[in-house]
């Protein structure tokens, strides 16, 4: 059974530009949620998607926002990007909301 | 205010020993779960065990165990018989039903010392 598959691993991007990261959730999870770790914070929750849903945001700006598709692949968007915006962006998967969460491996972006 | 608290930023134990991962959570909420993740250098988070609320008995999974004192709102995490791919970070997190969302504490290191 195939894990969160997280595209890119890796991703440099500069000051102003935006980024989409991708997640392919865990085959028949539909709850897919979305992570940031940076060293001074920790991990903060971003946001999580339940059919297509969003049912919780994080105390995150509204440069951050994501969406679910009808087959659960979930997508974050960053626009504007800014420096303190490096960080490794985790997504996780469950097959319900209120359940234990199985990790991607992550994308680490770096804001130049 | 901080939901999920761990003291011990880093901790080393000798391989074959038991070691214990120190984890407080603060909720209002009577329903909640309680979760462990490590994550290796690699980055990956891996779920190891899970504790509910109402949940009689303190969870176990192989040389994984959770001791659950709802009452002091501790839930530790205790490692039996160390090894050396033990070595990583370790997070307690905590799932609040009510408000819906996921808290992580600041993690301890853990180093398996041959």
């Known amino acids: 059974k195939a894990g969160v598959t997280q595209t890119p691993r890796y991703l440099i991007k500069t000051r102003g530009q935006q980024v989409t990261l991708s997640c392919s959730p865990i085959?028949?999870?539909?709850?897919v949620s979305w992570y940031q770790q940076t060293p001074g914070q920790g991990l903060q929750f971003l946001f999580e998607?339940?059919?297509?849903?969003?049912?919780n945001k994080g105390n995150f700006p509204g440069r951050f926002s994501g969406r679910q598709f009808s087959n659960s692949r979930s997508e974050m968007n960053v626009s504007t990007l800014e420096l303190g915006d490096s960080a490794l962006y985790l997504c996780?998967?469950?097959?319900?909301?209120?359940?234990?969460?199985?990790f991607g491996s992550g994308t680490r972006l770096t804001v130049v | 205010a901080q939901k999920i608290t761990q003291t011990q930023p880093g901790m080393f134990v000798q391989e074959k020993e038991a070691v214990t991962l120190d984890c407080t959570y603060d909720?209002?909420?009577?329903?909640?779960?309680l979760f462990w993740y490590k994550q290796p250098s690699s980055g990956e988070m891996i779920f190891l065990i899970y504790?509910?609320?109402?949940?009689?008995q303190n969870a176990t999974e192989g040389r994984y165990s959770l001791n659950f004192q709802k009452a002091r709102k501790s839930a530790n995490l205790v490692i039996s018989a160390s090894q050396l791919g033990d070595s990583a970070m370790y997070f307690c997190?905590?799932?609040?039903?009510?408000?819906?969302?996921?808290?992580f504490g600041t993690g301890t290191s853990l180093t398996v010392i041959p």
């Open positions: 997190a905590m799932r609040d039903y009510t408000g819906n969302q996921f808290y």
């Open positions: 909720t209002s909420d009577p329903s909640y779960g």
């Open positions: 085959s028949g999870h539909r709850s």
């Open positions: 996780a998967s469950s097959s319900a909301p209120n359940y234990g969460y199985t």
């Open positions: 998607y339940f059919s297509e849903t969003q049912r």
């Open positions: 504790q509910g609320s109402y949940d009689q």
